[in-house]
């Protein structure tokens, strides 16, 4: 091609580049789809995962839920140890929340919309017990332990034997092969260095390295080396004129000791047992949390078991007033057949016997309407079955048999104070992240000083033809037959070095400084949590324990005016049966009275509850409530490898010697373990009680004291048992 031609198409390759610009271009396809459809219907669907668990027999076989038009005739009578009992052992993934929180109900929508992972289980303990670095321990090139640097602090660490397992040996080898051939600059005959080297060269290392307690890290190494070139060699023969090695190839074998120990930084058994005293301390909040959520759980079954005790009476007590008003509107309607009563008051009565059936009806199934109930008896049984791990509707019903208790409980406030400031959960959960913190900065101000290690080696060599034999042949290096290993094993060749490490902080330690003041500044802040939630906790205690005596003088003054609605209601009815006044106006007091009293009926039961629920409060927050429902926390079996090998290290340990230090480092951390299983005052299983006599009034004299039966209920005309209510009336 000629020069012109060329300059030509240069040139219109420049200018079709100029016209075009430049700018991606998508490949061509012959059979080209714009739409997308392979990428829309793979990556971009929502598929299934391919996991195969077997569901629950509570969720598959649940039963269609009760309704206003079906409703339970199978019951389960259980007391509140039942329930609790139940709840416990169904409770592998804890149906509660964590931290304080007084109000309870269902935490279905909470537990459900958690992420994975974060639901509150009986495995978090042996999950943080378990937990550890996926990294590696760091060995160099020589095999020798690696120490971590920095400051210690307590998310960094996880269980025991994670923190441990930093003291563990460590094994490591290298095998290197190595060939040379190239030619060099030196004259030709050179005995030494050939002008054209060959060589093979092998090297062999094993080491053990351990990191000791005080800091301190041992290392034995095994070296091997073996060594072949061209360079010719003598035989050890005085009379050879080949003087540049005594045999073609040789092994050199070395037993190594070395010891590395810190002087400044990282020196001692203070700074590094700190990771395992953190790693102890994550136990023993993971445990503590644990048993903050089961209390929780043995809180919200109590109040769901009181709250279903609610239900019942409230549905009893909206029967009662709906029979009462249904007796009132026939009394009112044969009254009007002999022209006594007026249609008026038929018409009052009908009216009020509609509304304590739609009472009735709230009580029983609940309404989302503002001012009901939203739960209902039925509800509340479901919240309760909930919190037991049940369920929502298995059949039977579940059905209090136990009555609450209505004794005068007088807690000492003095004792409830003390008790609650050393046995409550959360101050105990947060003194352990003080001495966390406490520790941190012990570890922080170590990492100011200097690094300064003192390192030592005594190393034993042999230098060999032959590596190893099977027999000792007396042959000594450099004679051709010798082995580097009897050479070695001979000990006539030993070494040993010596060195000082030394590398101070950078200049002005900034950085280490800065590590210091963030842990001391998280010490005090967490000193200040601690005087707050002590704080806090007083004024939480303080609201329960008025509670309980505020409502339990509610209970009595709503049992007053109670008994005096039920005097007004009977003087009403002796009225009517003597035929005595207006029997219009009378029927209208008398339907008065029978709303009040039911309301009365309603507050009175629910004072009691509410009661009843203070005082487990008071347990709750003060850290009795374990021992007011005698449920201890334990660890559970073990297989029994682990038991042969429990029993395996205690015989280890008996036989040693025990010696004495004096003190420990780092210093004692805990106080002992925390006692449970007491006796704890204001039982609410309590059968009968005796009464103080409550505010008499004015028509009849005080009453002494005197013995009444729990949850008592006047003149009740209607079964608590039973929930299912009768027909509405006909339509006057």
């Not at 026939?330 to 009908?350: G, M």
Request: hydrophobic content about 40%; aromatic content about 8%; charged content about 20%.
């Amino acid at each position: 091609m000629s020069r012109q031609t060329i300059r030509w198409v240069a040139c219109l390759q420049i200018g079709l580049l100029l016209l075009t610009g430049c700018h991606p271009i998508q490949p061509f396809y012959a059979r080209n789809n714009p739409s997308l459809a392979n990428y829309m219907d793979q990556a971009m669907s929502i598929e299934y995962a391919d996991v195969q668990v077997e569901s629950l027999p509570e969720a598959t076989q649940s039963l269609e839920p009760y309704a206003h038009d079906r409703m339970p005739t199978e019951f389960h009578d259980w007391t509140l140890e039942d329930c609790t009992s139940i709840a416990l052992q169904n409770t592998k993934m804890i149906r509660a929340v964590s931290g304080i929180n007084l109000q309870s109900g269902s935490v279905a929508g909470a537990l459900l919309s958690a992420q994975p992972g974060q639901l509150p289980s009986v495995y978090d303990p042996a999950l943080v017990a378990n937990v550890g670095n996926t990294q590696p321990l760091v060995v160099d090139s020589q095999g020798t332990r690696v120490a971590p640097r920095g400051s210690v602090r307590a998310n960094q660490v996880g269980g025991v034997e994670h923190a441990l397992s930093e003291f563990d040996t460590q094994f490591s080898t290298v095998l290197g092969y190595n060939t040379t051939d190239r030619p060099r600059n030196v004259g030709q005959g050179n005995v030494f260095n050939p002008q054209f080297f060959r060589a093979t060269d092998s090297n062999f290392q094993a080491a053990l390295s351990k990191r000791m307690a005080t800091g301190t890290v041992a290392t034995a190494r095994m070296t091997t080396v073996y060594s072949r070139n061209n360079i010719p060699a003598s035989g050890n023969n005085p009379a050879s004129p080949n003087f540049g090695r005594s045999v073609p190839s040789d092994y050199t074998a070395a037993l190594e000791l070395q010891l590395n120990q810190p002087l400044m930084r990282g020196r001692g058994t203070l700074v590094n047992r700190i990771p395992v005293v953190l790693a102890r301390i994550n136990e023993d909040i993971a445990l503590h949390q644990f048993e903050a959520t089961i209390r929780n759980l043995l809180r919200d079954v109590e109040h769901a078991y009181w709250d279903l005790y609610m239900g019942y009476r409230a549905v009893e007590a909206a029967r009662t007033a709906r029979d009462s008003a249904l007796d009132l509107w026939r009394v009112a309607k044969e009254r009007a057949a002999i022209s006594d009563t007026t249609p008026a008051a038929v018409a009052q009565a009908a009216g009020r016997v509609a509304q304590f059936q739609a009472a009735l009806n709230i009580a029983i199934n609940g309404s989302p309407v503002p001012g009901n109930d939203p739960l209902g008896l039925v509800g509340r049984e479901r919240v309760l079955r909930e919190k037991m791990g049940l369920a929502p509707t298995d059949g039977p019903f579940i059905r209090p048999s136990e009555e609450p208790t209505l004794a005068r409980i007088a807690f000492d406030w003095e004792e409830v104070k003390a008790e609650g400031l050393v046995r409550n959960t959360e101050l105990r959960t947060q003194k352990w992240s003080i001495k966390q913190r406490e520790l941190e900065v012990m570890s922080a101000k170590n990492q100011i000083l200097p690094q300064l290690d003192l390192v030592g080696a005594y190393r034993w060599l042999g230098v060999g033809d032959e590596l190893i034999g099977a027999d000792r042949n007396g042959i000594r290096f450099p004679d051709p037959g010798s082995r580097a290993f009897e050479e070695l094993t001979n000990g006539d060749f030993q070494e040993v070095s010596a060195r000082i490490e030394f590398t101070p902080a950078p200049l002005g330690s900034r950085r280490e400084k800065i590590n210091v003041l963030a842990s001391q500044m998280q010490l005090k802040k967490s000193h200040e949590e601690l005087r707050t939630k002590e704080l806090m906790l007083v004024h939480q205690m303080e609201t329960a324990w008025v509670t309980v005596a505020s409502t339990h003088t509610s209970m009595m003054n709503f049992f007053d005016q109670l008994r005096e609605n039920q005097s007004e209601i009977d003087i009403y009815h002796e009225q009517i049966a003597n035929d005595s006044g207006d029997m219009s106006q009378i029927l209208d007091f008398l339907l008065r009275a029978e709303e009040i009293k039911a309301r009365a009926q309603l507050q009175y039961f629910q004072s009691i509850v509410e009661y009843n629920k203070a005082i487990v409060n008071i347990h709750y927050l003060k850290g009795s409530l374990f021992d007011l429902n005698n449920v201890t926390l334990g660890e559970g079996a073990w297989v029994e490898k682990a038991y042969w090998d429990a029993e395996q290290r205690s015989r280890e340990r008996a036989g040693g010697h025990y010696f004495d230090y004096g003190y420990t480092r780092p210093a004692v951390v805990s106080n002992g373990p925390v006692e449970q299983g007491g006796v704890a005052e204001g039982n609410v299983s309590d059968a009968g009680i005796t009464m103080p006599p409550s505010n008499p009034s004015p028509s009849q004299p005080a009453k002494e004291p005197e013995e009444v039966p729990a949850a008592p209920v006047p003149e009740s005309n209607g079964d608590s048992q039973e929930v299912a209510p009768e027909a509405s009336p006909e339509t006057p």
